[in-house]
């Protein structure tokens, strides 16, 4: 009789990474920092010029991010491996877009999306995305909006998959600004 001894016919699990979706704080800026210049660089390589000379989320735009209570990052056992900002104020260059929302009133912007290179392809572009979705509706937001640059293939393909509708163009004021917005309407308005 054995107790607790028998012989393990399995070879044991690897544990489930533990995902968490927290709000950033001033600890997180060199660690986002570091994730944004793997995603510029991912981008550079991809000849995308998205978040190249100077239009990168760096650390002063993470710290106001921080400031507004709109910095969020994706933990894996508690390693940061994503980052966004829902960023809940009008912005002109969405009230400017060449075509029409499909509709009008609060919104909430997700904004300086990025996810580790470490772990490319293990799906935490669309963990970071549904995490910021889920949390801009406990933040009591329907109307959810997103850009892109026209040539982000792998960002248009999430934001596809993650059901949000193409509404048109926006334009930063710089040299290639031009995004492409979506709008995802969650629930009842």
């Not at 995490?131 to 109307?143: K, P, R, V």
Request: overall charge negative; some cysteine.
């Amino acid at each position: 009789m054995s107790f607790g001894e028998e012989a393990q016919t399995e070879e044991p699990k690897e544990r489930e990474p533990d995902f968490a979706f927290r709000l950033s704080n001033e600890s997180d800026i060199a660690t986002i920092g570091v994730i944004v210049n793997e995603a510029k660089n991912y981008l550079k390589e991809q000849g995308s010029p998205q978040w190249q000379n100077g239009h990168e989320p760096h650390a002063a735009v993470i710290r106001e991010d921080i400031k507004k209570t709109a910095s969020y990052v994706l933990t894996r056992n508690e390693e940061i491996v994503g980052t966004v900002a829902l960023i809940a104020e009008i912005d002109p260059v969405y009230e400017a877009i060449e075509g029409a929302w499909k509709q009008a009133g609060p919104y909430v912007a997700l904004h300086h999306v990025a996810v580790s290179q470490k772990y490319r392809g293990a799906g935490l572009g669309e963990k970071t995305l549904r995490a910021a979705i889920n949390q801009a509706e406990e933040l009591g937001f329907q109307d959810i909006r997103i850009d892109t640059y026209p040539a982000n293939q792998p960002m248009l393909g999430l934001i596809d998959k993650l059901g949000f509708e193409y509404c048109g163009m926006i334009y930063f004021p710089y040299e290639d600004g031009e995004r492409k917005a979506f709008q995802l309407i969650k629930g009842s308005v």
